[in-house]
DNA sequence: CATTTTTATGAATATTTATTCATTATGAAT
DNA sequence: ATTCATAATGAATAAATATTCATAAAAATG
């Protein structure tokens, strides 16, 4: 039962390729790892203020691609962040198993400067930060986020 | 068995209230006039690219108002437009019964400058225009469409 | 004008989506 | 920890929408 990043998930599957209806989206989020029925997907869609139009569904009209009903990232990291470390230009960061994914397409969604790219595995985030300060100042920012 | 007419009718509903339903959408071209099927405006919202949000049906995206698929002004008034007068300053349209409501729909949306705005009966539009010089001028640019 | 082809349409139906109802999980308050 | 309230969810179902199939109108063609 994980609202927040099933609803992330959706966002991303959308950005990606094209979805014809919700049997359909419910493919691609198993195949992320969601496994939900029909009707939550109804309620994510209108959560997200989704529309549907010829080819598919679509994100909402003027707003950006993270929606504007979106949990904050750090609601993400403080529920499923358990460690970070850092290593050269490099963060490691744990989630509890099964996360990784989901928060890293957050994480890289919320754009920071400090990130170059991330790996997420099952439950190790890998980021990539341009030098050793700039990996310490994003360490210290999640942190902080873990309360 | 129009559809034209009744497509821009859709537009038009669409740009004042909201329509909630297919059904919904029947009934207000039924006052209008437009007595259609529900099969039929499934598939003019297709032909017009909109799309359905969790508030009710929506123009399409980027595209103005009149979409990108619409027969112009000028096949309208060919096919319903019977008889141009002007009077001063101002237009008496004749249409086939029945025809003038859209049409002159179909006209306000053109937004030209010469028009200062329309009425429109069963089968007559009243067209006001600035002064007596720009009623002519849109008089023969009506008629030109005419063939 | 007769014939063929294309287009538009509605009724019936298949498919998709929203909602209801009951259940389970989550969190707060004591 | 127990109770209470709130939120999330799925199964079943209701409601809405898309499609199929048949038909009729309009347009093109000979």
């Known amino acids: 039962m994980n609202k927040s990043l099933r609803q992330r998930a959706v966002l991303d599957v959308l950005k990606h390729g094209s979805v014809a209806s919700q049997e359909d989206l419910q493919r691609h989020l198993r195949r992320r790892g969601f496994k939900v029925g029909q009707a939550t997907l109804s309620r994510d869609i209108r959560d997200l203020n989704l529309s549907k139009t010829a080819h598919g569904y679509a ?3 003027g707003e950006n691609g993270a929606g504007v009903a979106l949990p904050p990232v750090s609601r993400l990291v403080r529920e499923f962040v ?3 470390r850092s290593a050269q230009n490099l963060l490691v960061i744990k989630t509890i198993v099964g996360s990784a994914q989901p928060v ?8 920071w400067p400090e990130m170059v790219g991330t790996i997420a595995g099952d439950d190790t985030i890998l980021i990539v930060c341009p030098d050793k300060d700039q990996a310490r100042t994003l360490a210290s920012r999640i942190e902080e986020m873990l309360g």
Chains 1, 2 share one sequence.
């Open 59 to 61: 994100l909402p009209q």
């Open 82 to 84: 358990l460690d970070i």
């Open 104 to 111: 890293a397409a957050a994480l890289d969604e919320a754009d």
